[in-house]
């Protein structure tokens, strides 16, 4: 039962780790981007844009504004509606041109009237009321053949301007241009008679086409209806007004669109922010079950490749949107030599594919940025070699600038507008990328977060490696002995892992370590006593197993004081896995004669059994080069027989249960084994005693 509730423990944190991820990268993909430049859309009509002002995203709306407008212009461009010429005005001017002609020969005619009487009298006539004084004169003073030929000829010019339709707010166009172009220019007349002509048939026309209300408003209300909504649109980053220009109505409309449309597109982003994070989450976890279960087994690296993914996402969201140049800097590769070195190569081209498809999210849809992003990671996971080395991170740097490069060329060669200065800039932020920035993030990240995530790395491999670790010291002051079997079931173990592909230099350094609690009480152990000099000879066999398996929790404690990494500590404690003392319990039992009367728990190591290959070998190389020491063989294959018989014993105590180790594995570390063995115990050959030389007898004193 408490198995079943270890593992629902175990399952159910990562259960909630992923639930929790997913969240906080939906989160953090559906947040605005914050830029302390952002424009002030809060503005009405009237106000002047402090800077450019451009639509977020692309936009498009039923402008009432600009549908308003055009409205008003299809109104403006309707004509007022006249009716046709009305026959029955035209016959009624004709009438009454020929009564004010008519009238005016009985003026002409009157020889009692005077000259000022007679100019009165044509200036009585409403129609005449307006005639110069020098026409009213022609009139009266012309010739009577002359009047003959300026009646006819102004009667004829005005009825036939009334035959033409003369609307009302067009008559005095008619007058002007309609009735001189109508004089008969065969006519012989003066330039007096022509402008009384003239004047007089001005004079007698009217408007004989009426204003219709009635068809006007109906023309009107078709203009309005054939005026379509306008749509209005503004593409992503279009400029909707400039700075130090006023706000139009039209402008501040826009502005209230994208106001109002904020919380649509908000919802939006959030539904693509949470399918997003949920494609990342499901990839990831579906990967690391399919092709690496064992990191499910260590809750806390499943957690730091959680919050790498997220801080990577942050930086991202800050560099990436609505920049030209910085994306190119932001140094997404670092992720990848980050996993690789951490996980595995694998694992880190996934984590690569997936940012570079967070990264062209970010920036609308990027094909170019995603694959500038994916490529570089992806060979920057794959090109890390040698990770104990510091120039290896940069070389791999390298790499990721030339595929940076590469990328650069292949998406931006094409287009037509390419300009010296944005590829120099282009070109830099690539090598800044790869060369400087990806490395530095990465080794800045190791040493910020494998004490807080318990990690560990070549380098810091290589660093505990070093005999002037303050530890090495100690134990080789206080425990030489211990200090120089460390070293040697360091290269056993060492030869052991490179050749069935484990991890060579943790197995290493772990052997370094894997003794440290014998510092605390040194001469209890063997290695560090004189020769024939055993104080468990005074001692009871349960005190004696006690001291023995206390150097497992002393060691313990002295790693964690020194803060080695939990993957150096594990050593301490499966090297010796739950095996039993023997010997002291065989001792035991034959002072108690009773098998039943000992505790055999008192006299096994509390474990855990060994939890991973390198583990496991040290276990074995612990084991073996005790034995082999102890029993000094004198032929190769004595040795063999030793290592066998160790190795056999360990598999049949259960102790290689939980490390993952093949029967392949343990044929292969036999033979490494016994190759390493044979030349560090080889059998030495007995060369015969010489002879003591003759001494010449001492010649007697003399005196």
């Not at 400039?242 to 449309?261: D, K, N």
């Not at 999210?361 to 090109?383: C, K, N, P």
Request: net charge neutral; glycine share 4%; aromatic share 6%.
């Amino acid at each position: 039962m408490s198995e079943r509730l270890r593992l629902l423990w175990h399952y159910g944190r990562l259960w909630l780790l992923a639930v929790a991820f997913t969240a906080a990268l939906a989160a953090l993909l559906a947040t605005p981007t914050i830029r302390p430049d952002a424009p002030n859309i809060n503005l009405t009509v009237g106000d002047i844009a402090p800077q450019n002002i451009v639509a977020p995203e692309r936009i498009s709306y039923e402008s009432a504004e600009l549908t308003n407008q055009a409205r008003q212009a299809a109104l403006a461009s309707v004509r007022d509606v006249y009716d046709p010429p009305d026959p029955q005005v035209t016959r009624e001017q004709s009438q009454r041109i020929r009564q004010v002609l008519a009238y005016l020969d009985s003026v002409r005619q009157d020889p009692y009237a005077t000259p000022q009487q007679r100019r009165a009298w044509v200036q009585a006539v409403p129609e005449l009321s307006s005639l110069a004084p020098s026409v009213v004169e022609e009139l009266l003073s012309a010739s009577e053949t002359d009047w003959q030929a300026i009646k006819d000829e102004a009667q004829r010019v005005a009825e036939r301007a009334m035959q033409e339709p003369i609307r009302e707010d067009a008559l005095d166009e008619a007058r002007r241009y309609r009735v001189p172009a109508l004089i008969d220019p065969a006519l012989d007349l003066s330039p007096q008679e022509r402008t009384a002509v003239i004047a007089l048939a001005q004079a007698l026309i009217v408007p004989n086409s009426r204003f219709n209300a009635a068809a006007t408003e109906e023309a009107r209300r078709k203009a309005l209806e054939s005026v379509q909504p306008v749509i209005k649109t503004y593409e992503r980053n279009q400029i909707i007004v400039r700075a130090g220009e006023p706000v139009t109505p039209a402008v501040a409309e826009a502005l209230q669109h994208i106001r109002q449309t904020q919380p649509q597109s908000d919802l939006r982003a959030s539904l693509v922010a949470f399918l997003a994070a949920l494609l990342v989450t499901a990839t990831g976890a579906l990967y690391i079950n399919r092709f690496s279960p064992d990191d499910w087994g260590h809750p806390r690296q499943v957690l730091l490749l959680a919050v790498l993914f997220l801080a990577f996402t942050a930086g991202a969201k800050l560099m990436v949107p609505e920049r030209t140049v910085l994306p190119y800097v932001f140094p997404a590769a670092a992720l990848a030599m980050f996993v690789s070195v951490v996980f595995n190569a694998h694992l880190a081209v996934v984590v690569s594919i997936l940012l570079g498809l967070i990264v062209g999210l970010l920036r609308g849809g990027s094909l170019e940025l995603a694959a500038y992003m994916t490529l570089g990671g992806a060979m920057a996971a794959l090109s890390l070699r040698r990770t104990e080395r510091l120039y290896a991170f940069f070389w791999a740097g390298s790499g990721v600038a030339l595929v940076n490069l590469l990328a650069l060329v292949v998406f931006r060669l094409p287009a037509a507008n390419l300009d010296t200065s944005g590829w120099a800039l282009l070109v830099g932020a690539a090598l800044a990328n790869g060369i400087v920035l990806s490395p530095v993030v990465t080794l800045a990240g190791f040493f910020l977060l494998s004490r807080p995530f318990d990690f560990v790395t070549a380098l810091q491999l290589h660093e505990l490696a070093r005999p002037n670790h303050p530890l090495l010291q100690e134990l080789l002051r206080k425990s030489p002995g211990t200090y120089h079997h460390s070293l040697m079931v360091g290269n056993l173990a060492e030869q052991a892992a490179e050749a069935i592909g484990a991890d060579a230099l943790l197995t290493r350094v772990g052997a370094f370590y894997h003794d440290i609690g014998k510092t605390i009480q040194p001469y209890f152990y063997v290695e560090n006593q004189v020769e024939g000099q055993n104080v468990h000879d005074r001692l009871d066999p349960r005190t004696s197993a006690q001291i023995l398996i206390g150097h497992v929790k002393e060691g313990i404690e002295l790693a964690r004081r020194y803060r080695l990494p939990s993957r150096v500590r594990a050593f301490i404690p499966e090297h010796h896995g739950t095996m039993r003392v023997s010997f002291l319990y065989q001792k035991a039992l034959e002072l108690a004669g009773n098998s039943g009367a000992v505790n055999e728990s008192a006299f096994r190591y509390p474990g855990p059994k060994p939890q991973s290959r390198e583990t496991a070998l040290l276990m074995l190389a612990d084991g073996c080069e005790a034995a082999v020491r102890s029993a000094r063989p004198t032929s190769l294959e004595e040795i063999d027989a030793i290592v066998r018989k160790v190795i056999t014993d360990r598999v049949s105590q259960g102790q290689l249960d939980e490390c993952g180790l093949t029967l392949q594995d343990l044929e292969r570390v036999r033979a490494s084994f016994v190759t390493t063995l044979k030349g560090t115990f080889h059998p030495r050959l007995k060369y015969p005693e010489a002879e003591p030389p003759v001494r010449e007898p001492a010649h007697p004193p003399t005196s």
